[in-house]
């Protein structure tokens, strides 16, 4: 399956995320608040999950939700020259090339979960994901968009 989604001006909008097919899959709808939060929903606008900013003192860190239920946290890495990131969900971890947004998630056998990619635009960044398994479709989203979040959030709470 592959997925994608255009970067809107602002992260904190209404955008949709699409299948190969150019139908739409998810809409994703970014709240500002004190702490940000995303929340996706299926192509008929009921709510699937939410990522969600938690405060912290050293370094950005996003909880994922779904069904109102806490599945997993990513948490960026303090690092000198490259963003990386902490995963704990389904035994997953990020590797690549995160800060050119080039980067894959892998099970904890080595396999590829999904494959990142985000070709940048003069308006608008296009994404791109490769999920080989259809299921993992709406959580290695929310990766992405978490990911994506604490890229911008620039180490701040």
Not at 53 to 67: C, D, V, W
Not at 124 to 145: G, K, S
Request: glycine fraction near 8%; include cysteine.
């Amino acid at each position: 399956m592959i997925l994608t989604f255009k970067e809107r001006l602002s992260l904190f909008g209404r955008y949709e995320v699409t299948d190969e097919n150019d139908e739409t899959v998810f809409q994703v709808e970014g709240e500002l608040a004190l702490l940000p939060r995303l929340t996706v929903y299926d192509a008929a606008g009921r709510e699937l999950g939410q990522i969600k900013k938690e405060f912290s003192l050293f370094a950005p860190t996003f909880t994922i939700y779904l069904g109102g239920q806490a599945v997993g946290e990513i948490r960026k890495r303090i690092t000198f020259f490259k963003p990386a990131f902490d995963l704990t969900m389904n035994g997953w971890r990020v590797e690549g090339n995160i800060w050119e947004f080039d980067y894959q998630l892998l099970d904890d056998g080595g396999r590829c979960v999904m494959t990142a990619h985000k070709k940048f635009l003069s308006w608008m960044d296009t994404y791109t994901l490769e999920i080989p398994d259809p299921r993992n479709a709406l959580m290695a989203l929310m990766v992405v968009l978490a990911i994506d979040l604490a890229k911008e959030d620039g180490g701040n709470s």
